[in-house]
């Protein structure tokens, strides 16, 4: 969707999955959290920025389409704890 409205171009797209992957590892996680100051972090190696301020309202915007948001996917993370 991004790519073909012309939004960002594909050697960005590319940069920002790689970009991503590092931090990913670095911080040992699968996700990376949606905290303002990682993600400016993730933006400064593709020498990019956005205001704090903007990024939360973004995170605000976004967080009830992710799958964390999901109701079925957070009883499931509550059965399974309770299971371990």
């Known amino acids: 969707m991004i790519y073909s409205r012309r939004i960002v171009g594909l050697k960005i797209i590319r940069s920002a999955v790689y970009a991503l992957r590092l931090l990913c590892k670095e911080l040992e996680c699968t996700n990376i959290p949606l905290d303002p100051e990682i993600l400016n972090r993730v933006l400064m190696m593709l ?21 964390c948001e999901n109701h079925d996917r957070k009883k499931f993370e509550y059965t399974v704890n309770e299971i371990q």
């Not at 990019?48 to 992710?66: A, C, D, G, M, N």
């Open 47 to 67: 020498n990019l920025t956005l205001s704090e301020t903007l990024i939360k309202q973004w995170v605000r915007k976004i967080r009830p389409h992710l799958e």
